[in-house]
C-alpha cells in the first residue's frame, strides 16, 4: 500500500526532516518519498495527515485508540495529540479510512486497521 500526501503536507514534512536527523525521521521522509503526492484541494478528506484525528484498532488489543497527529511543537499526550514522528503516526500516515496492514513498531509487527479519520 502507498501512502496519500497533499503537496504542502509534503513540503512541511521534508522541511522537518531536514532539520530532526532520527532513524524516525529517516523512516517519514522514506514514507513521503514513495507517497504520492496530490494537490491539497485533491486530497479525500478520509486520509491520515497532520492535525488528522484518527481512531484505529490493533487486533491485539480489546478497544480502538484515539489519537490526533500533530507537529513536533504541538505534542500534547494529556490531550492525546502525538507527534508525526511517533512510530505510531508514521504507520498510519498517509493512509485513509477502512485500510487494513501490518506495520513494524518498536513492541513488534502489528496488524493496523483505520476506523476513522477526521480531518478539520
Do not use: C, H
Request: proline share 4%; glycine share 4%; no cysteine.
Amino acid at each position: 500500500m502507498k501512502a496519500t500526501i497533499s503537496e504542502s503536507v509534503y513540503k512541511k514534512i521534508y522541511s522537518l526532516i531536514q532539520k530532526i536527523k532520527s532513524p524516525e525521521g529517516k523512516q517519514l521522509g522514506s514514507i513521503i518519498t514513495n507517497a504520492k503526492v496530490v494537490k491539497d484541494s485533491d486530497l479525500n478528506n478520509d486520509i491520515v495527515s497532520i492535525n488528522s484525528m484518527v481512531e484505529f484498532k490493533d487486533e491485539s488489543l480489546n478497544k480502538p485508540i484515539r489519537l490526533q497527529i500533530v507537529l513536533p511543537e504541538e505534542v500534547d499526550v494529556s490531550k492525546r495529540k502525538i507527534s508525526i514522528f511517533a512510530p505510531i503516526s508514521i504507520a498510519l500516515f498517509g493512509f485513509k479510512e477502512k485500510d487494513k496492514f501490518q506495520w513494524e513498531l518498536p513492541s513488534g509487527n502489528k496488524n493496523i486497521e483505520i476506523l476513522k479519520v477526521v480531518n478539520s
